[in-house]
Each structure stands twice: as structure tokens, then as C-alpha cells.
């Protein structure tokens, strides 16, 4: 979030540590409604829903002062906003590689969301073998005395994808970031077969979208 008027220890002022939340959860609540809005849409215009699921999550406060710590920063309010632009974050699920970059495309259209930075780990995985689409944006609060600018994370992938993610994060915590290089080895490989699984589902539903159209196309003869 672009904070304007605080720079206190996390622990200094409870106070302050509140209207932070406060406003990081507003803006989860002002970005999720718009995602909800553009499903809704898309299956109206479409019939079909690009967004199987979608989660949210606020960052713990060990978690924000152990990035900062990580980072060589202070515990402050004001580098925790500056420094640490996951503390809101989105994580948005589709079927299809194709529906993530859809979806990109309509967020980024949003004319009251700033796009601040895209990674596109999908075409460029990261050295383990994780995949997803990472955008930050900035979503305006309205509050009674003032507007603040909050940033959320958001990142969309696929079924495959956040399974794979999930057991990432899981094998992470328990070796502490240093898995045995078997494991981080198997690891990338199922990354792989992800990747193979993504692309021959979707090849089937374009099969299955073709086999549809004419087979109304007979019906209409």
C-alpha cells in the first residue's frame, strides 16, 4: 500500500497496525468483487466461467517482518508498505492457460486498477519449476477522511498449477528451503508433466467446443 503518513515499529502503534489491515482487506474485498463481476459477465456473454475458484489471504505479521528482515529492512509500517507487495493477495484459479492470459487482459482493463508490475511465470518458469501468472496492482480506498492507494498481489493459474504449488509450498516449510536435491529434482519433473497435462486438456476442450458447434450445425440443416 502507498502509505503517506506513518513510519512506527509494527508493534509501536496498534492503532495504526489496524487502519493497515483494515484497509488491506478493503482492497481484497474491491478487487475479488470486480473478479466476481467479470466471471459473472463472461458467463453471460460466453456461457462459461473462466474462474474455477478463487482465494484469498492476508500476509501474517511474523511472515511481514521476517520478508522485511530478509530484505535488510526495519520493522515499519511505512517499509512494510513500501517493501512488502504480497501482504494482500489473490490467488485465482481457471481450467485453462488460455483463461489466465483472458483474464489478465480484463483485470488490466480495469480503469480504477494501476497495473504496477506483470511476471509471466508461465512462459518463463522460476529454477524450481513454478508456474503462474503474477500481477500487482494498486486499488483506491475510500475511506471518510481520505483516499488510500492499496497494492494486491494477484496470481492466476491453473488446476495443475496450484496443485503443484500447493505440494511446493508444503515440501518448502518442511525442509526450511533446503530440500534434498532428489526431491527438488522429482520436483521440476512434475512441473513438467503439469505443463503436458495444461496443454492436452486444453487441446480436448477445443475438441470438445468443435464437436459441439457442428453438431448444431447439423441440427440447424
Not at 119 to 138: A, E, F
Not at 170 to 199: H, T
Amino acid at each position: 500500500m502507498i502509505h503517506r503518513t506513518h513510519n512506527l515499529a509494527i508493534g509501536e502503534d496498534v492503532d495504526s497496525w489496524k487502519t493497515m489491515m483494515l484497509i488491506y482487506n478493503s482492497a481484497l474485498k474491491e478487487v475479488g468483487t470486480k473478479l466476481e463481476i467479470l466471471n459473472d459477465e463472461f458467463q453471460h456473454i460466453h456461457q462459461y466461467n473462466p474462474i474455477e475458484y478463487i482465494k484469498s489471504r492476508i500476509k501474517s505479521p511474523e511472515s511481514i517482518v521476517k520478508k522485511l528482515k530478509r530484505g535488510g529492512h526495519e520493522s515499519t509500517i511505512s517499509n512494510m508498505t513500501e517493501f512488502v507487495n504480497d501482504i494482500a493477495g489473490i490467488r485465482i484459479v481457471c481450467s485453462f492457460v488460455s483463461d489466465i492470459y483472458r483474464l489478465a487482459e480484463m483485470i488490466g482493463r480495469q480503469n480504477d486498477l494501476t497495473v504496477v508490475s506483470l511476471k509471466d511465470y508461465i512462459k518463463h518458469p522460476k529454477q524450481s519449476g513454478y508456474k503462474s501468472y503474477h500481477m500487482l496492482v494498486t486499488v483506491p480506498i475510500f475511506l471518510s477522511d481520505r483516499v488510500e492507494d492499496a497494492k494486491v498481489e494477484i496470481q492466476i493459474r491453473t488446476i495443475a498449477m496450484d496443485f503443484w504449488a500447493s505440494l511446493e509450498h508444503k515440501i518448502y516449510y518442511k525442509f526450511e528451503g533446503n530440500a534434498p536435491d532428489y526431491i527438488s529434482r522429482d520436483l521440476r519433473e512434475c512441473s513438467g508433466l503439469v505443463s503436458m497435462l495444461d496443454a492436452k486438456m486444453l487441446t480436448l476442450n477445443d475438441a470438445i467446443i468443435r464437436a459441439k458447434e457442428e453438431q448444431a450445425g447439423k441440427q440447424k440443416r
